[in-house]
């Protein structure tokens, strides 16, 4: 295997997928599901796309470690991210703007939406989309106003940011990470773990799913890329999935 990291895009599944349709790649790997324009352009080339969950991300909310909130519900998530939340005093916080980071608008929309369309809603114009998680994080442990919505994998073990609690109620938040939370003075002899089981058994109540994307035309493309996905999905794969940070699907 030989791994192609798409460089200077802002959206790492989109640049994968048209990767996967010029034939610069054999497979792709996505954390969205295929668009319907995706499928008719594999079309127009001679072939079809086919795509296979393979496991789940959590999506977690960093912040800075000075602010004073330690957790959100769900609802108060999506105030925020459609700009009716602006401020973190609104939540039990110091008078302080929020600033807003993300992977990108439609992951928000995919993980914190639930898929559905947010009809006459839209999306706050404040939100930035970040290519690197490394930038996002450095601008949340420099500002406490910062709030970054994005991988659980990539957030929970980082030193310098504060994890928030989430759930669908403010009796009920859920940790990203495992047992109490390790403070910055004693990261990184200690990290933070992913709360990985909460993520499966939908206690948390926050994930996106992962896919393989692959080429159905009866080539070598399509071999290679049926032999990959079929290997996360053994039993050994789905266990070195969980290893590394993710959910299982089985």
Known sequence: LQYTHPEG???ISDAAIEMLLDGEIDFAQL?????????????QKGFTLKQRQVATDGVAVAVNPELEVSGLTV???????LGKITNWKQLGGSELSIKLFAENSEYVELALFDSKKLDEQKLSGNVESVYSPTEALRQVSQNKGVLYFGSARAIVPQCTVKPL????????????????????????QKRNRVNIKAIE????P???????VTKENNGREEQIGDAYTELLLTSAGQQEIEKAGFGYIK
């Open 201 to 204: 058994n939908g206690s948390y």
């Open 206 to 212: 926050l994930k996106s799913k992962l896919f393989v």
């Open 165 to 188: 609690a989430l759930g669908n109620s403010l009796d009920d938040l859920v940790s990203p990470y495992i047992g109490e939370l390790v403070e910055p003075s004693q990261c990184p």
């Open 31 to 43: 954390s969205r599901p295929l668009r319907k324009s995706e499928y008719e352009e594999a079309e």
């Open 9 to 11: 895009v802002t959206s």
């Open 75 to 81: 609802e108060q998530l999506q105030q925020i991210y």
